[in-house]
């Protein structure tokens, strides 16, 4: 496993795990068992997933020891706040049963997050969380939360992905120390993702997938890409992407790919405000 090093001197490693939509129970401790016994050190849940629980089981588990994992949830909106986010990272501490959680990211810019952030940033000091960051924080907020509180984030994952490629944002990140963590790199298997031309020609060359030609577009973007799936062979078919490097003609090429939109919804319209907010009403 290759690692980044985050601004505050702590590895984390190039390639991770989600479990966003696997169900909490035996499907979901199964699926970050093999993702582990595969090889994947860094598992990415959040307290809106509800999988928090299976995450634990599968982490204690396993026999791979608590300290070569890197394990980070995210504070949902409802639990926005100083109060409220500092019980509920140690609710999660607690459904994990661990002792420490290696990054805590403020899932979205939506309520009282500078709240949260100041529960997370005193968790930190007291060594209760490792790293903390963001989430779909868009270079204006991203820029505001740094400038305003003592800890830079860390981290900040956003939508990254051949069709929004975030090569804006990238240099704001760039400019403050942030590391750049890239969810949904596969669209979630939108707009034929898997069998796009560009993607497939370039992939003949190595003999590898889309899905392969993508994640190893991120990592050398110095992007930590984060992949779903609950097929080990997936899995296993995800995080084989160390031993071949694309040209920069292969990077010019993918570069074309891009929309500059978000196939999902855009965090800084009014109705995607709306909606977030209805799903705790
Ligand atoms: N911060 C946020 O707001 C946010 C939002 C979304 C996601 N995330 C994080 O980012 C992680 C990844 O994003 P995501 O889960 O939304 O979507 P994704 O990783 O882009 O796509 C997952 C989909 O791709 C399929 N898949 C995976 N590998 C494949 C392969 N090699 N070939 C063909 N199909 C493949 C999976 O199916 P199977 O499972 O059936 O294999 C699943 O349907 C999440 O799990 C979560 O941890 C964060």
Not at 34 to 39: F, L, T
Not at 55 to 83: C, D, H, M, Q
Request: proline residues 4%.
């Amino acid at each position: 496993m290759e690692f980044v090093t985050l601004n505050n001197g702590l590895k984390m490693p190039s390639v991770g795990f989600g479990v966003f939509q696997i169900p909490e129970g035996e499907e979901c401790t199964r699926a970050v068992l093999d993702a582990i016994n595969v090889g994947y050190r860094l598992i990415d849940t959040a307290q809106s997933y509800g999988n928090e629980k299976s995450v634990g089981a599968a982490i204690n588990e396993s026999s791979v020891p608590r300290e070569e994992l890197f394990i980070t949830t995210k504070v949902w909106i409802s639990n926005a706040g100083y109060e409220k986010g500092k019980a509920s990272i140690e609710e999660s501490l607690k459904k994990m049963k661990l002792e420490y959680l290696d990054l805590v990211l403020i899932h979205q810019p939506l309520n009282d997050y500078y709240g949260t952030y100041r529960a997370m940033e005193e968790l930190y000091k007291k060594g209760r969380i490792r790293a903390i960051g963001t989430s779909n924080f868009y270079p204006d907020r991203l820029v505001d939360i740094t400038l305003f509180n003592e800890v830079i984030p860390q981290v900040n994952q956003v939508e990254v992905n051949p069709f929004n490629q975030q090569l804006e944002a990238e240099t704001v990140h760039e400019k403050y120390g942030i590391q750049m963590e890239a969810w949904a790199p596969f669209v979630e298997g939108k707009n034929e993702i898997f069998t796009n031309p560009v993607l497939k020609k370039i992939g003949n060359k190595y003999d590898k997938s889309n899905a392969q030609i993508i994640l190893r577009w991120l990592l050398q973007r110095g992007i930590v890409p984060l992949a779903k799936s609950v097929k080990k062979e997936r899995m296993e078919e995800n995080i084989n992407i160390f031993d071949f490097q694309l040209t920069d003609d292969d990077m010019n090429k993918i570069s074309e790919l891009d929309n500059k939109k978000s196939s999902f919804f855009d965090h800084r319209e009014a109705s995607s405000i709306e909606r977030l907010a209805s799903l705790i009403r």
